[in-house]
């Protein structure tokens, strides 16, 4: 591939904190303020109605939807339809703990296959073709990140297990809600910086970031 075909690190970047801004970040600070101002369900259920919202708004606008974007939509609907049914909010809340248990899992078993879940994700962020998917390094960085991420999966989900088991439901959503997004920026930050070194080395990223760091260097996402 060309550099002038590569996007740039700067368009790279933009792809990334944008997913997960909508997919993530946002979702969570608006169910934590409403859980704040009027109580738990509001909160689960704005919360739901931001993650289809930002579906319908990019389907309507023809814009391409993150797979981040409806994994969380899937695993949210999945959250607050056993939560009505149920009426505990209990179950809402540990149920991340099996859908982390249970996508930690899903990563470590794909880790035997030819595409590990992370190759699955990249081609939201960089555009990937077969001939750039099955190079050496990239291959090895897709499977490094998915065991990343599997690990850290099941990590929070024993963290999270813990403090509804040990904590009120106030002091429960404070920590999860600061913690969770922390240990997860850090993770994209780590992610990140593992891809731009391979796609250094690959040549993967367009001639205007030259001088960050030389000619003809690259990313990628995990």
């Known amino acids: 591939m060309e550099a002038r075909h590569c996007p740039q690190l700067t368009t790279i970047m933009r792809r990334v904190v944008l997913s997960v801004l909508i997919a993530c970040v946002i979702p969570g600070s608006l169910f934590y303020a409403c859980f704040r101002l ?4 509001t909160a689960i259920l704005a919360a739901l109605g931001w993650s289809y919202g930002a579906l319908a708004f990019r389907a309507l606008t023809g814009r391409r939807t993150s797979g981040l974007l409806v994994l969380t939509a899937t695993v949210m609907t ?52 077969h ?6 390094r990239v291959r090895r960085l897709f499977r490094h990140l998915t065991m990343m991420w599997a690990l850290l999966c099941l990590a929070k989900a024993t ?34 910086a593992a891809a731009v070194a391979v796609a250094r080395k690959e040549g993967l990223l367009g001639p205007a970031a030259t001088g960050l760091s030389g000619p003809a260097i690259g990313t990628a996402h995990g």
Do not use: C, H
Request: glycine residues 8%.
């Open 159 to 192: 963290m999270t297990l813990w403090l509804l088991q040990t904590t009120s439901l106030g002091t429960f959503v404070t920590i999860k809600s600061m913690a969770v997004p922390t240990i997860n920026t850090l993770a994209a930050a780590a992610t990140i």
């Open 78 to 129: 999945g959250r607050t339809v056993i939560a009505l049914l149920t009426g505990s909010t209990f179950l809402y809340f540990l149920q991340p703990v099996i859908s982390d248990g249970v996508v930690g899992t899903t990563f470590l078993l794909s880790l035997a296959t030819a595409r590990p879940v992370v190759a699955r994700l990249a081609g939201d962020f960089y555009p990937m073709d």
């Open 38 to 41: 009027d109580g738990i369900w």
């Open 131 to 136: 001939e750039l998917s099955m190079r050496p």
